[in-house]
């Protein structure tokens, strides 16, 4: 520990605090734009400068160790006065449409800039006028509204290892960009939506769908379904105002219904049925002696990594299409059928925590029902924007079920959101599908939490399966690293089934979460859904019942000839330079 | 594109160089912290840093193409642009610019139609500016390949660069 003065007030704090955090132990705040707690700190926007008795200069808060009896100064005329002067400087090359910004009102540069007190910009000079990046399905870059922070570059190459984005140029004309400025369509961008996460202004957010989807709502011919993702149900209350981790299930069934779609079912119902799907696949390949291990295919984000970064392991990814892409092939098919409906009247909209979802649903080989599968993808914020133009306020929301034969879930579908919920739920329905006999203790602990790599032994009769989560691509490349290395040395890998999800925290991390989330928020949303998972009757997912009724009437059986044209898929290789499928010979 | 050639000569003559850039990537694989020292000996063989060889570089040695883009855009010294046959280096230093400099640098970008940094579709001329090459006396100085033309009036430019092919 080491004693020092902040303000006049004496402070212990332990060896290596930085004066940032001793300043807010001592309940001081110093304003700060490119620090973020998850990301080791880059002190590139000079806002959290602080006076150093003893320093002729200021110093960055975020990036200097306090050090003993340093008398340090956070609000004197000298400290106020520099950050006023860096916040204006930085004012007078943004583009400051606030109020169509898609970020007003939870942008960070107008806290800071209230924060330090701007009351007119005073610097004026140049203004660069860039143009806006589209080239990408899932999301947009506006480099005029950039600060210039980096974090979006330090969550792309530091915790996903995607490294789309860079630093082009220097001097005032730097700019976050991609290689040669061909666009982030034209790079290796997994389109995970990190960037947007952690961007703390209005240049990097989702391609937002809610105009389309408004358009459908209001079409009298259009029969408008709806499904959300297992990790909405713990995000999206935070939109309004709850504590992360508030479970929502239920009022988010009734604001749906409130804003007019035709029919409300639940992504869950098909990751239930992804679990009959994939678990059947796995225990088929443990039988079959197929190469080992399996890896899930869930996450889209993962997907287009693994088929950029590592296309060697094709053959190891599930075949089964993610729950968004099972549901999205039904209610074109199944459930016209079972309505009388016409397949062409359905609108087909789904809720994802996620960025990357907007592209798979856009990929060509998401048409296996004779239409584009999934319509329009919405991420959690999307919805919360559209619910506030619609006048409802989730905390007002009664509770109401999703609607049959798509609304049914267990506890293993809610936990799909959490990283090792997919291992998890896969689990529990294979230990039942290879001894015919269920688990008894559906709790695996060791999959669960926010560890970035864990390894779990799980024993089914004389196996002892072995399986592995990775959450994050930077986790994920070190499992895969060892597994393909495993694979070359031997042909064979330690593991029987790996799960990978590409944002960290799985699901409830996703890059279309709320704004401004932090990692401890993501890994509350998952305890929230292992708690939803405990309290519901059912909690495997072959006990859910209008998964029964979907094969007895219509797919037959799991891996059946129709379940394979409908809900499963296949994979390419693309380009690490443009991210473009390869064509192979 | 600034890796788009527009003469096919240069394209069959680039080709040939690829052999020794691998020799050079070759010596230093999975080394990043060579990056600048591989990528000062590329520019040296190429003339510049097309994407291709900035691809080969961030493979060899073990980087994203978008961290070998970032260090290459970062110092003025790369180039991603081809550079043309004769170097045209104006001097811009106090001396030559307060006797024209200025004027004489307006002409040549204007007669060529390229702007400082840029290369002619020909690839005939590249144009820079220096600050002082020690020719003060001689002021407004211009420099082509190793050649120094001094008192350089706006008249006489093109007659100089005519000189180099």
Not at chain 1, 62 to 73: A, D, H, N, P
Not at chain 1, 148 to 170: E, F, M, P
Not at chain 1, 185 to 201: E, I, K, L, Y
Not at chain 1, 426 to 437: D, E, N, Q
């Amino acid at each position: 520990m080491i004693k020092a003065t902040i303000n006049k007030v004496e402070i212990e704090v332990p060896e290596g605090t930085t004066i940032l955090d001793a300043a807010r132990k001592a309940n001081f705040a110093i304003p700060t734009l490119c620090r973020h707690p998850d990301l080791t700190p880059g002190g590139s926007c000079g806002v959290c400068v602080v006076e150093v008795e003893g320093f002729p200069a200021l110093r960055r808060a975020c990036m200097t160790q306090l050090e003993k009896g340093w008398v340090v100064s956070t609000n004197t005329a000298r400290v106020r006065n520099a950050r006023r002067e860096i916040v204006d400087l930085i004012l007078s090359d943004h583009d400051a449409d606030c109020l169509t910004c898609i970020k007003n009102g939870r942008c960070e540069l107008q806290d800071v800039a209230r924060v330090v007190g701007i009351k007119d910009v005073t610097n004026q000079g140049k203004n660069h006028k860039k143009a806006i990046d589209r080239s990408r399905v899932a999301l947009v870059r506006d480099p005029n509204k950039c600060i210039l922070c980096g974090r979006c570059i330090t969550v792309c190459s530091d915790i996903q290892t995607v490294n789309a984005l860079t630093l082009d140029g220097r001097g005032f004309d730097t700019s976050v960009s991609t290689v040669l400025n061909q666009g982030m369509g034209n790079s290796a961008c997994v389109n995970c939506g990190q960037c947007t996460v952690f961007c703390p202004v209005g240049a990097l957010y989702e391609n937002s769908q809610t105009d389309e989807v408004w358009k459908a709502l209001n079409d009298p011919d259009k029969h408008v379904v709806v499904q959300e993702a297992p990790a909405i149900r713990a995000q999206l209350g935070e939109e309004f105002g709850m504590e992360p981790g508030t479970i929502v299930s239920g009022k988010l069934h009734a604001a749906l219904r409130r804003m007019r779609f035709d029919a409300v079912f639940d992504t869950n119902f098909t990751a239930d049925l992804t679990i009959i799907e994939e678990g059947t696949e796995v225990v088929d390949a443990i039988k079959t002696g197929r190469s080992l291990p399996i890896i899930t295919s869930c996450s889209p984000g993962w997907i287009k990594f693994m088929e950029t970064f590592y296309p060697h392991l094709r053959g190891h990814i599930s075949t089964a299409k993610s729950p968004q892409q099972m549901f999205g092939v039904l209610a074109k098919t199944y459930y016209p059928e079972v309505k009388g409906i016409p397949a062409e009247k359905i609108v087909s909209v789904s809720v994802m925590p996620c960025t990357a979802k907007k592209f798979e649903a856009q990929r060509p080989e998401m048409w296996s029902s004779g239409f584009q599968d999934v319509d329009y993808v919405l991420t959690t914020r999307e919805l919360a924007r559209m619910m506030r133009e619609a006048g409802l306020d989730l905390k007002d929301m009664p509770d109401e079920p999703a609607d049959d034969p798509l609304g049914e879930y267990t506890g293993a579908a809610t936990i799909f959101g959490a990283t090792g919920g997919v291992m998890e739920a896969a689990l529990r329905s294979a230990y039942f599908l290879v001894t015919g006999r269920e688990l008894e203790n559906v709790n695996i602990l060791p999959v669960r939490g926010m560890t970035g790599v864990k390894e779990a032994e799980v024993p089914v009769d004389g196996l002892t399966l072995k399986v592995a989560v990775a959450h994050g691509l930077g986790n994920a490349r070190k499992l895969l690293d060892k597994i393909s290395s495993q694979l070359a040395e031997t042909g064979k890998s330690e593991y029987h089934f790996v799960e990978i999800m590409a944002c960290p925290g799985g699901c409830v991390g996703g890059g279309g979460q709320p704004w401004g989330s932090t990692m401890a928020q993501r890994a509350r949303r998952g305890e929230a859904l292992y708690e939803e998972d405990a309290s519901l009757p059912k909690r495997r997912s072959h006990e859910n019942a209008s998964v029964a009724v979907l094969y007895e009437k219509f797919l037959k059986t799991p891996n059946s000839e129709k379940a394979h044209h409908l809900l499963h898929t296949h994979y390419n290789a693309r380009s690490k330079v443009d991210g473009k499928v390869v064509k192979e010979d | 594109m600034s890796d788009q050639h527009t003469c096919a000569c240069a394209d069959a003559q680039e080709e040939e160089l690829y052999p020794k850039l691998s020799e050079i990537v070759e010596g230093n694989r999975g080394k990043p912290e060579n990056l600048i020292m591989v990528l000062h000996k590329a520019q040296n063989l190429f003339g510049y840093l097309p994407k291709k060889v900035q691809q080969i570089v961030a493979e060899g040695l073990g980087l994203s193409l978008s961290q070998v883009y970032g260090v290459v855009t970062f110092y003025s010294f790369f180039s991603t642009s081809p550079k043309g046959r004769n170097t045209i280096k104006v001097c811009l230093g106090t001396a030559c610019y307060v006797r024209g400099g200025q004027q004489a640098l307006g002409k040549v970008e204007n007669e060529l139609g390229i702007k400082v940094g840029g290369t002619t579709e020909d690839r005939r001329y590249s144009v820079d500016v220096v600050r002082c090459i020690g020719a003060c006396g001689l002021a407004p100085a211009m420099l082509v390949n190793d050649d120094v033309y001094g008192r350089v009036k706006t008249t006489k430019v093109m007659e100089i660069l005519d000189r180099y092919e």
